[in-house]
């Protein structure tokens, strides 16, 4: 017997719907900007922004396009039954646009001294994911 076990177990994983149209656009290489404003659902072009934002070294605006990613993230998985805790599996295409605006939150955060977001959000991620985690912080 597992004495560490949770004997009231764990959530459900959470998948977020689809965005297909989104999804394509980005995967046909659309400008993130542009999917971001025909899709505003997208945590996926919002990511993306916040990674150019960083690439550009301009934390400030990563930080916001991340923050609008997560947010709208956060909308679509409280519509899809999540409690606040539980998995998000990075293994489901859909998560990923969450996971990922909020892996640059952290990073963001981090990179502007608010150490406190930076492991709030850091800590959320492996949470969520540990698969997400390790892809995205290395």
Not at 45 to 66: C, H, I, K, S
Request: charged share 20%; hydrophobic share 40%; proline share 7%.
């Amino acid at each position: 017997m597992d004495l560490h076990q949770n004997l009231l177990g764990e959530p459900p994983a959470t998948r977020l719907p689809d965005l297909p149209e989104a999804h394509e656009a980005l995967a046909a290489g659309t400008d993130p900007a542009e999917v971001a404003a025909r899709f505003p659902a997208s945590s996926a072009a919002w990511a993306g922004l916040a990674e150019r934002a960083f690439a550009a070294g301009d934390p400030v605006a990563t930080y916001a396009y991340a923050r609008t990613g997560y947010h709208r993230g956060l909308d679509q998985l409280r519509r899809a039954g999540w409690k606040g805790h539980g998995p998000v599996p990075w293994e489901h295409e859909p998560n990923r646009g969450f996971l990922r605006a909020l892996h640059m939150l952290a990073t963001a955060a981090g990179a502007i001294g608010e150490t406190d977001e930076a492991e709030r959000c850091s800590t959320f991620l492996r949470d969520s994911s540990a698969t997400a985690a390790d892809q995205l912080q290395g």
